[in-house]
């Protein structure tokens, strides 16, 4: 169930939220990429729907314990569409 958390994206996420540092928008950008298609693989999407589901509640409630943090210290990547 921890896969999605797992990602360097999400931990260059945490970080910036619990450590209130800077992030690379490069490097952020790619952790995104990388994140996006673990989401979207067909080994978690088409295997177990129930599971998957469950993972990506599990991705959203951690997500939303992140503290605000201003979209220029990511080089605005956050006003960006992806």
């Known amino acids: 169930m921890k896969q999605f958390i797992s990602t360097e994206f999400f931990c260059m996420l945490q ?3 619990n450590r209130d540092i800077e992030i690379d928008a490069d ?6 990429e990388d994140f ?11 295997t177990e729907m129930a599971a998957y589901q469950s993972a990506l509640a599990y991705t959203r409630v951690e997500l939303s314990h992140f503290t605000e ?3 220029k210290k990511y080089g605005g990547i956050c006003s960006q569409s992806h």
């Open 69 to 71: 943090v201003s979209g």
């Open 27 to 32: 490097r952020l950008k790619a952790g995104y």
């Open 36 to 46: 996006v298609q673990l989401l979207f693989s067909t080994k978690y999407v088409s």
């Open 15 to 17: 970080d910036a939220s």
